[in-house]
């Protein structure tokens, strides 16, 4: 009530209402706000930060691409699958122990013999497959296609140094292109 005796509009139900709206309101925004800031973190297919939007089966947490596990401490890995495929990129200094243990290269063979690979594209920048995030390769790549020690078809592209013919790039990032069980 004010002085004259009259109900004031500054209290009662209303006032109470009105707070609780602006309340709310902030409430939504902030709530909205910090989805809309963290929402790669938060909706990742099956909650794995590893797996590409579309992804259409979960890879276990040790990634046997190609018949051997990704390299330990192997990092920016990332994969996408779909149509009873799987393509996984990451980033390596162990390249060489990996394609040896995965059987695309026979031990001892030196890593760009051409009965196991290819050249690829030599472009500064290479398109990752489509579906598969993640930064794109730095060219030149070697290319390779074998059958995994599981008996599967599988296709490596790694990045390869630019200015020495026989080496990765250090570290370097590959893809590995598979089928899944």
Known sequence: MNVSGAPD???????MLSCLGVVVIVLAALVGGTVWLFQDELFHPFGDVR??????VQLPGVIRAGGASIPAGASEVH???G??????????NQMPDYLYRAGILPDGNPLFDEKYGTKGVANDEIELPDGLC?????GPVWIYDSTSATGSG???MVERS????????????????????
Do not use: H, K, M
């Open 9 to 15: 509009s500054r209290t009662g139900p209303w006032r």
């Open 134 to 138: 993640g930064s794109s390769l730095r």
């Open 51 to 56: 797996a590409c939007e579309g992804s259409e």
């Open 162 to 181: 630019p200015t020495a013919d026989d080496t990765f790039r250090f570290p370097t990032r590959a893809v590995v292109t598979y089928n899944l069980p």
């Open 154 to 156: 599988v296709t490596i």
């Open 79 to 81: 994969y996408f699958t």
């Open 83 to 92: 149509n009873g495929s799987a393509q996984v990129t990451f980033v390596s």
